[in-house]
């Protein structure tokens, strides 16, 4: 009952926006009692960032399947694509829903703030690991930063409308410039 | 007076977000009457992207004074630092507000949609006016996009807390890689 809850929550910031999510559209669509939703979240807020922390996890597990399957050849080219997919993805819609309205009220942003480090910091040494590389040689540290910073840019870009080609041509150089600039370890 | 209402509906998305964002509240700030504030913007979506829209204009006028006095050498980093600036601005925040708001709002993403192509094309070309390079050379136009969705996806990270220090790494680092990838005209 907590996942269906969490799970209507992200479907509900994806289609309505946080304005429209109000903990009553989101107990209606997951078919739970209010009072039973009261019991596991006693707030919006709540439940809002346990949804999102919760997913975003979930999230990652998948994206550690597809790593699985990457091949030997081409493999940046194929991990930007896992790492970018995260930021064009429902959960990550529904973040920046989160993330947007905690700029302007404080009491959201004690929980987001740590939320997002917290994401944040584990994006950060996932793309490491996928990329299989040593962070303290040349700039791979800063190149890493530079990665995720440039894949929540294209995130941010493909919330208005399909950015799907564009995007791809980008990648494309991007993976050109890392097999050149990576200091492989 | 359309300018002040312009002003203050900027002054009051980054203050209060969008749902804080009222006609009510914009006219309150500007000191002009609902009656004056109707005749030049009849609803809150005119209002928002008339605002939007004027003050991007003018804050492009702004980067094009400071980048005059850029240095010759060096000059990559001193026109990300241009750029960049640009996505940590008030009027980025407000944007933010008003792109986001339209992801979840049909009526909204009619006038925001074209709006958003509009200053990424324009930010776009004055990118590579600013580099002085010409696009058609090498990988040049995929990099120029690149570092735009960077510094997009920078100023989405500095929307909830203090990331200067890391973002002058990141700045720090890309300028160099710019320097050794652009294909010189």
Known sequence: MRLRLMEATVESLVELGWA????????QRAGVSRGAQLHHFPSKQALVVAAVEHLTDRRRDDM???????????????????LAAQFVSPVFFAALELWVAA???AGLRESVGPLERRIGRETHAYAVELLGIDESRGDNRQLVQATLDLVRGLGLAASLSDDTKRRATVLDSWAAVLERELDPS
């Open 103 to 105: 700029r302007t009220d």
């Open 64 to 82: 550690r399947r597809h790593a699985e399957g990457l091949p030997e050849d081409d493999r940046i080219r194929g991990v930007l694509e896992i």
């Open 20 to 27: 429209g999510t109000t903990t009553t559209v989101v107990s």
